[in-house]
Nanobody, 116 residues
Framework: QVQLVESGGGLVQPGGSLRLSCAAS????????MSWYRQAPGKERELVAT????????NYADSMKGRFTISRDNAKNTLYLQMNTLKPEDTAVYYC?????????WGQGTQVTVSS
């Protein structure tokens, strides 16, 4: 059974950095896509970044390009999102997502709050 468990969220000041982690387990296929999404209060969930496996190709939403970096550690079965130069508008619940074939899996989310 696929499980995704996020960690690393918290409170950070504007301009600061955070690294989110997503521990993944239960994958039985080598080909899949993993992503980070976020959902701010009163807004729809939006895509932040994706990374493919096994190729490692990445893609970012325009507003995150240059500030956020998605990566994965295959040995640790962990997905990361490095977030730099954070802004108050980055405040949201961040979700780890995996698409394996036609099935979508979600983590429980981790809160990121950017505030002084």
């Amino acid at each position: 059974q696929v499980q995704l468990v996020e960690s690393g969220g918290g409170l950070v000041q504007p301009g600061g950095s955070l690294r989110l982690s997503c521990a993944a387990s239960g994958f039985t296929r080598r080909t899949y896509v993993m992503s980070w999404y976020r959902q701010a209060p009163g807004k729809e969930r939006e895509l932040v970044a994706t990374i493919t496996a096994p190729g490692g190709s990445t893609n970012y939403a325009d507003s995150m390009k240059g500030r956020f970096t998605i990566s994965r550690d295959n040995a640790k079965n962990t997905l990361y999102l490095q977030m730099n130069t954070l802004k108050p508008e980055d405040t949201a619940v961040y979700y780890c997502h995996a698409q394996i074939g036609i099935i979508n899996y979600w983590g429980q989310g981790t809160q990121v709050t950017v505030s002084s």
